[in-house]
C-alpha cells in the first residue's frame, strides 16, 4: 500500500461520518500535494475546494 491510500484509510477510518466528510479529506490529499498540484498554497485550495471566502480571489484574477 503506498502512503497516499494509508492516509486516506486513516482519514476514512478515523474522522466523524459528516457530510464533508469526503470533501474534508479531498482538500487535505490535494493541500499536501496528493491530486493535481504539488505543493498548493492555502489560497489555491481554497479556490479548488469552495472554501470561505475563495470567490473574491477569483473575481480579480
Known amino acids: 500500500m503506498d502512503i497516499e491510500q494509508e492516509i ?3 482519514l476514512y477510518d478515523s474522522m466523524k461520518e459528516n457530510d464533508q466528510k ?3 479529506i479531498q482538500v487535505i490529499l ?3 500535494g496528493f491530486m493535481e498540484e504539488s505543493w498548493p498554497t ?5 479556490i479548488r475546494f469552495e472554501i470561505g ?5 477569483t473575481e480579480s484574477a
Do not use: G, I, Q
Request: net charge negative; aromatic share 26%.
Open 8 to 10: 486516506k484509510t486513516f
Open 53 to 57: 471566502e475563495s470567490d473574491k480571489y
Open 22 to 24: 469526503h470533501r474534508d
Open 42 to 46: 492555502l489560497d489555491a485550495t481554497a
Open 30 to 32: 490535494f493541500f499536501f
